[in-house]
């Protein structure tokens, strides 16, 4: 069956990986919206989605497309909400309910479930702040998937890496199967 799967692109190195997985995800007759911050453009185009999707990404709350607001239109019927990578700062906006950015606001809006995959340096990933962030927000009931051990782009071999793109898809079809 067919479902309709937003995906969130926050700010990480590990951005380049969700190309996969969106592809994957349209692959398996899904329909996939991406919502992107201004900072993951820093690590995958636009383009790319676009063309993967066939529709492209959104990068602006206030983005003409969408009158009501692409929190309202995109998560109107939604399945699933993937956040992938979920940086530090995305935690945090979603664990203190600021809809601060698109991507915090699809999160307030959304009520089909919602699953984070978080990648950041060990360092933060270690940070009681982030800890507590994630804590709060298992509590709300966000499905979490990593980060792994692994090299990390700082160059050290630590926890903080996003999990594999098959993994997030697994998890994905999971979440999808015990909805019918
Ligand atoms: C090269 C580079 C890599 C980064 N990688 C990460 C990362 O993996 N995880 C993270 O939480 N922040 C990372 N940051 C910091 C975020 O990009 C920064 O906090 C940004 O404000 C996040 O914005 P967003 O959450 O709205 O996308 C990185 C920054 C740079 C310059």
């Known amino acids: 069956m067919a479902h309709r799967i937003i995906v969130g692109i926050s700010g990480g190195i590990a951005a380049f990986k969700i190309a996969s997985l969106v592809s994957r995800l ?11 911050t201004p900072s993951a453009e820093h690590f995958i185009g636009r383009s790319t989605f676009a063309a993967l999707c066939g ?28 956040i992938a990578p979920a940086t530090a700062h995305i935690l945090g906006s979603c664990a203190l309910g600021l809809a601060d950015g698109l ?27 982030v800890q507590r962030n994630v804590q709060q927000l298992r509590e709300d009931g966000v499905r979490f998937i990593g ?34």
């Not at 991507?103 to 702040?129: F, G, N």
């Not at 160059?155 to 199967?177: F, N, W």
């Open 26 to 36: 349209v692959q398996s007759g899904n329909r996939v919206s991406v919502a992107m």
């Open 103 to 129: 991507i915090p606001t699809l999160y307030l809006q959304a009520e089909c479930p919602v699953l984070m995959a978080p990648a950041m340096s060990s360092a933060m990933w270690s940070k009681p702040a």
């Open 55 to 82: 529709e492209p990404p959104v990068l602006d709350s206030f983005d003409a497309r969408f009158p009501l607001g692409p929190h309202i239109e995109l998560l109107n019927g939604a399945d699933l909400l993937v």
């Open 147 to 180: 980060p792994d051990s692994g090299w990390l782009s700082c160059r050290r071999v630590g926890e903080g890496r996003m999990s594999e793109p098959d993994a997030i898809l697994e998890v994905c079809m999971s979440l999808l199967g015990s909805k019918e």
